[in-house]
């Protein structure tokens, strides 16, 4: 190894030979002066944003429980007292971003799911116990809140993530397997990604920057030192970080975030009323397209903002205000972070015609959802139901049902979950007669029956389906 000195030498050197070297025109060089020029370091971005990055601490307890026990004359026979049943506790660990100096954090929803317990531990080694203020499934976000409403709290600001550009560099902070904050650098290596599978929202910023398990609810931030994105997914065959990450963009965050901040439960967005499908190649062909990109309309519900705007099936949606629309998932992205109230400016081509149509920003129409879980013998035991409404279908996507009750939730080795019931299932009949709110279904199952036949819909399919009871 050189001795410094040596070192210095040699590069100054250099220094004076690059200098003296004529440049071609056609290339211009620049000489750097001196040697502390030629530091480099994200020290000065890292100091400020890594006071704003927790890591997340989530348990819950897990009942290891025989749905046999639910049953009275079971545990009377065999002699098992009370409630029985054992129980294992599970932790989980990722990172969360303070976005609010009041102590509001954003994570992934997938770090907290089902937390009886959450807490965070800030780069200052302190701990805190955090509430869960809101939770969204469709984005895989959820928002925190610090309990210690006295003190103020670092916190990162949300850039404009749709001014990013490909080969932009940014860094990654978070607890990797649980080692303790770490910062890794790379670049974005790709906008918009859609075909990625992790939440209803697709459209993802793609970075090579080193992300791995327990980074998921980390930041992804900006040379500024601003969030630009909520690290959430690896594409991975071997655990680790391949060099393929994918975060969600802010201005999505931004949408949930606001949510909490005005103390809803869930998050408010705009409701299109139409059902989208992508453009395959061979309808590109039949409609004269250039290229397969945009948004087909496929249908449109009746007094939704996107019937009012006159948009019909066939119509081809291109572009939201004049962002370029290239699928579903990027209309989607492109509308559901529009602010609330005013419109926007959707541009259409129909029958090859271009036009623009001005959609009304406003949330679905809810009803009381009336939530409750089936408890009574029944095939619905253990499962959690509630009213169906334009907002609900909107948010579990359902699509072209307009009645029914439908399934939120399914307990783990209940009765309903060992007979396939799952989210998103809609209840429309039990034994002939009609479920329309969640109290007919608890009144329907609160008689004992040996044969039970049920309609459902799933997947815009009607399904008939006969229990034992």
């Known amino acids: 190894m050189r001795p410094l000195t040596s070192l210095t030498a040699a590069l100054s050197a250099s220094l004076v030979m690059a200098v003296l070297v004529d440049a071609a025109p056609a290339q211009e060089r620049r000489v750097v002066p001196t040697l502390p020029d030629l530091r480099m370091s994200y020290s000065p971005v890292v100091q400020r944003v890594a006071p704003a990055v927790v890591n997340v601490y ?3 307890m897990v009942q290891n429980r025989n749905p046999l026990l639910d049953d009275p004359m079971f545990r009377r026979f065999f002699g098992v007292p009370g409630e029985g049943g054992g129980g294992q506790l599970q932790r989980s660990l990722g990172s969360g971003v303070i976005v609010d100096e009041s102590g509001l954090i954003v ?4 770090v907290i799911e089902g937390a009886d317990e959450v807490r965070v531990s800030l780069a200052d ?4 116990e955090a509430t869960l203020v809101l939770k969204d499934q469709r984005t895989d976000l959820a928002v925190l809140r610090i309990k210690d409403p006295r003190e103020r709290f670092p916190s990162l600001d949300f850039a404009n993530s749709d001014a990013l550009e490909v080969g932009d560099v940014v860094l990654a902070v978070g607890n990797p397997f649980g080692v303790g904050q770490t910062v890794t650098s790379g670049i974005v290596s790709a906008l918009a990604r859609t075909q990625v599978g992790i939440t209803d929202y697709q459209f993802f910023i793609q970075t090579d920057a080193a992300i791995n398990p327990g980074n998921s609810g980390g930041a992804l931030v900006d040379l500024a030192g601003r969030l ?9 065959r071997s655990g680790g970080s391949q060099g393929i990450g994918f975060a969600i963009p802010a201005n999505m965050v931004r949408v949930v975030v606001a949510s909490a901040r005005s103390g809803g439960s869930v ?8 059902k989208l499908q992508a453009v395959t190649p061979d309808i590109a062909d039949s409609m004269n397209l250039k290229r397969p990109a945009g948004a087909l309309v496929a249908s449109v519900a009746a007094s939704s903002p996107a019937s009012e705007a006159g948009l019909r099936p066939g119509d081809l949606i ?13 209309f989607d992205y492109r509308f559901v972070t529009q602010p609330l109230g005013g419109s926007a400016k959707l541009g259409v081509v129909r029958a090859g015609r271009d036009f623009t149509a001005a959609v009304a920003l406003r949330t679905a129409p809810d009803l009381p959802r009336d939530e409750i879980v089936i408890r ?16 609900l279908a909107d948010e579990l996507r359902l699509q072209n049902v307009d009645s029914g009750v439908v399934v939120l939730d399914v307990d783990n080795g209940s009765y309903a979950s060992n007979l396939g019931f799952r989210r998103g299932d809609i209840i429309q009949e039990v ?5 329309a709110k969640t109290g007919d279904l608890q009144r329907i199952t609160a008689v004992q029956n040996r044969i039970w036949r049920v309609l459902i819909v799933r997947g815009g399919q009607k399904i008939s389906a006969v229990f034992g009871g």
């Open 376 to 391: 009574t013998r029944s095939p619905f035991s253990g499962a959690r139901v509630a009213n169906l409404s334009p907002a």
């Open 107 to 110: 994570t992934n929803n997938h």
């Open 58 to 60: 989530a348990a819950k």
């Open 431 to 435: 034994n002939g007669a009609g479920v």
């Open 318 to 330: 291109v572009s939201v205000d004049g962002q370029p629309v290239d699928d579903p998932n990027a």
């Open 228 to 236: 630009v994105g909520i690290n959430t997914a690896i594409f991975s």
């Open 125 to 128: 080694k302190r701990e805190f």
């Open 267 to 274: 998050v408010k967005r705009p409701w299109l009323g139409a």
